[in-house]
């Protein structure tokens, strides 16, 4: 079958997914709709927020559709009018079987691991926080159990000690859409190997997991060692950040964000973690289990976020603060 011949059904919400659409698009593949969320009010004029996908394929005439719910009758009707040969998910929903099962071709994923490492909601923030030295990404067809189904094609990328979310996200946004659009001529070409994951693994409880991120999992706690706190650190940056919360002797709170910060190695140092030293001009070290979190980028709440040397311009820290 030639690529003009092959009709995809693309589906995908964040900017993660616009590269792949975008690598699809300009390379003449035959994407005949979109699929991606309802738009929702965002800020503080509640104004109609359009999804990153939704924007690209408005700028390219491509039809969109944007179910609330995905066993709609009304949805499945419209989907099927498409007659998709094949569908394409990138950071988008988990789909019901009678949307995944509905074309020949069959459905695949683009996930940002190293399946079946890490399948669930966050698998770049997890490989960061957990130190990994390498993650990557995997296309998959889609079965019943999610992240589960048999693998196409993985490519692997390197983590660098300093690297954070932000740097590994756009790494494998490129990446991941150039492994998409060899998976489509793979599918194309009729030669389809797809492996079962069971093969990459002996034992289930060697697989690490990446659930969803809540706020309770972004707070530091400042009794662990230095390096797994450098991780957190990294593995939330730029979003959704890793937080503390500052204290003074009049027992206020403050929550303040940490979005970089190197480490001091001092094993034997005898500060109470969380407690803290600074000359009040150029820099904060926040003693941790072995050492100390030299802060870098930091934000306090309803400001923006600056350099520490630009947030001790114009703030003092009062004798006694300490973090929690």
């Known amino acids: ?171 494998l946004m490129l990446m991941g859409a150039q492994l998409v659009r060899k998976t489509v001529d793979i599918i194309l070409s009729g030669q389809v190997d797809a492996i079962d994951q069971s093969k990459y693994y002996q034992n289930e409880e060697d697989l690490k997991t990446a659930p969803k991120i809540f706020k309770e999992t972004c707070r530091i706690d400042w009794n662990q060692p230095a390096e797994k706190i450098y991780n957190l650190i990294r593995g939330l940056s730029p979003y959704p950040v890793a937080w503390t919360e500052l204290c003074n002797d009049k027992d206020e709170t403050q929550p303040i964000k940490i979005f970089s910060a190197t480490i001091i190695m001092d094993e034997n140092h005898q500060m109470e973690p969380g407690s803290m030293k600074t000359d009040n001009k150029s820099y904060i070290h926040i003693a941790c289990k072995d050492g100390f979190m030299n802060v870098q980028d930091i934000q306090l709440a309803g400001k923006k976020m600056m350099k520490t040397s630009e947030l001790l311009n114009g703030f003092k820290f009062a004798e006694g603060s300490y973090f929690k």
């Open 1 to 171: 079958m030639r690529k003009e011949d092959l009709r995809i059904v693309f589906m995908g919400t964040p900017d993660f997914a616009v590269e792949t659409l975008k690598v699809l698009v300009e390379n003449k593949y035959n994407v005949v709709g979109v699929i991606t969320m309802p738009d929702k009010p965002s800020g503080r004029g509640h104004k109609i927020q359009y999804s990153a996908v939704k924007k690209y394929a408005l700028d390219n005439n491509l039809p969109i559709l944007q179910p609330e719910k995905l066993k709609d009758e009304t949805f499945l009707s419209e989907l099927r009018e498409w007659k998709a040969d094949l569908q394409i998910v990138v950071a988008f929903r988990m789909l019901p079987e009678v949307v995944w099962n509905m074309p020949p071709q069959g459905t695949f994923n683009l996930h940002a691991s190293l399946l079946p490492q890490y399948r669930g909601a966050a698998p770049i923030n997890w490989a960061i926080i957990n130190g990994e030295k390498e993650t990557g990404a995997t296309t998959f067809f889609l079965t019943h159990e999610i992240d589960t189904g048999k693998i196409i094609l993985q490519e692997k990328v390197a983590i660098g000690e300093t690297d954070n979310v932000g740097k590994i996200h756009d790494e």
